[in-house]
């Protein structure tokens, strides 16, 4: 039986060890970290990664664990919408819709899939010997016919393979995400843009509200409260913001700065390592793909594996060098500060969803209708 190191623990991590299970190999995942410990409160899985998940029969536990998003679209602060869509357009479209859920219920759901025996926590990597296909840690040394690098966008092991590659580089934006029990409030999902601001509201269970937040200013900024920060910046924007805002626990809010990989790798191998997710393409959120393009990277992955890795570079590199590009054209348009260059914005959006929520969705057909390779053995 092939043998197949993870390094990573993560979403991309961990779908690929159950990938390459189903696959007929032996996984071991390596994860830094004492235990699997989610960064962030919740994501969206879009059409083309339930597909991903369908292949390893995880895509009707995720939607059985997760919401529909329902009718959703961009608002102003003052709550108009600029464009929409719906659940059943975007399934009658793409065969499936966007379901959100919280990352911790998807990782719980991963690692169970996955095995506690094939998982091991604590273990620091040292370094990678790409040709031979050995893994160095804290406790030894691992042979494998395959290594996969899914040790997210500061990946080490990218680092290594790649000196050259500049790196990840700041996006121009700073993000806020948290968890806030819905109350009475009645929630919708959508987006509000601002001049260089955005809010999104997103349902994750039914007491449960999956908010974040972004603002275009310099990289390493700090704050002494980053509850009062989201409430100096939204809290006059239309509702349920505001009263969002003021049910807050100020210690369910994370910040970080935004960084994406604007360079992109030359291949996404290198002897017997394969890179997936952030640390092959990390980018910026804007899109919702950073854990769909990871998905799609896993099972791809498993798909190629018993040959030239080669293939999966071809099957990986010029799709996702596309969405981290798309995904920053979308940072760029939140990032408008401009009161002209935010109108003609605003109404662009305002007349193409005039147009039809067709035209919305057609230009996201690229994206959402792609397949996986047939399915694991």
């Known amino acids: 039986m092939p043998r197949a190191v993870v390094i990573g623990g993560g979403i991309g991590g961990l779908t690929s060890g159950i990938a390459l299970r189903r696959a007929g190999w032996e996984v071991t995942v390596l994860e830094r970290a004492p235990r699997i410990d989610p960064v962030g409160s919740g994501l969206a899985i879009a059409a083309n990664a339930l597909k991903a998940l369908d292949t390893i029969d995880l895509g ?9 998003q329902g009718e959703a679209g961009i608002r102003r602060p003052d709550g108009r919408w600029l464009a929409r869509t719906s659940s059943d ?14 990352r ?35 406790d030894g040394e691992l042979e494998a016919d395959l290594v996969v690098a899914a040790d997210g966008i500061r990946s080490r092991t990218r680092q290594a393979l790649f000196p050259d590659h500049p790196g990840p580089a700041y996006a121009g ?19 509000s843009w601002g001049r ?42 239309h509702e349920p913001i505001p009263a969002l805002l003021r049910a807050a626990d100020p210690a ?15 291949a996404y191998h290198q002897g017997r390592v394969a890179l997936v997710g952030d640390a092959a393409h990390a980018m910026t959120p804007n899109l919702g793909q950073g854990a769909c393009q990871a998905i799609e990277d896993a099972v791809t992955l498993a798909h190629h594996a018993g040959g ?7 099957a990986r590199l010029d799709r996702t060098t596309k969405v981290v590009r798309r ?20 109404t662009a959006m305002s007349l193409a969803d005039r147009l039809g929520p067709d035209l919305v969705l057609r230009s996201m057909d690229d994206l959402l209708s792609w397949e996986p390779p047939a399915r694991p053995a």
Not at 60 to 67: E, I, T, W
Not at 180 to 187: M, S, V, Y
Not at 308 to 314: E, F, K, N, V
Not at 335 to 345: D, E, F, G, H, I
Request: glycine content about 8%; overall charge negative.
């Open 89 to 102: 357009d975007a399934e009658a479209r793409f065969g499936d819709s966007v379901v959100v859920m919280l």
């Open 308 to 314: 030239d890795l080669a293939a999966y570079t071809a």
């Open 196 to 237: 260089g601001l955005v809010f999104g509201i997103h349902l994750v269970a039914d007491d449960l509200v999956y908010v974040y937040a972004t603002d275009a200013m310099p990289a390493g900024t700090v704050s002494g409260n980053e509850l009062e920060e989201l409430k100096r910046r939204f809290g006059h924007w």
């Open 104 to 138: 911790s219920t998807l990782m719980d759901l991963l690692a169970d899939a996955l095995g506690a025996d094939r998982l091991r926590p604590g273990t620091e990597v040292a370094g990678v010997d790409a040709e031979r296909g050995v893994v160095r840690t804290s």
């Open 173 to 191: 934006v700073t993000a806020w995400r948290g968890l806030i029990p819905r109350g009475e409030l009645a929630i919708r999902s959508s987006e």
């Open 60 to 68: 009707d536990s995720v939607r059985k664990l997760s919401r529909l």
């Open 252 to 266: 369910s809010i994370i910040r970080n700065d935004v960084h994406h990989l604007a360079t992109p790798l030359p």
């Open 327 to 346: 995904s920053m054209s979308m940072c760029r348009l939140t990032r408008l500060r401009n009161p002209a260059a935010v109108w003609l914005r605003d």
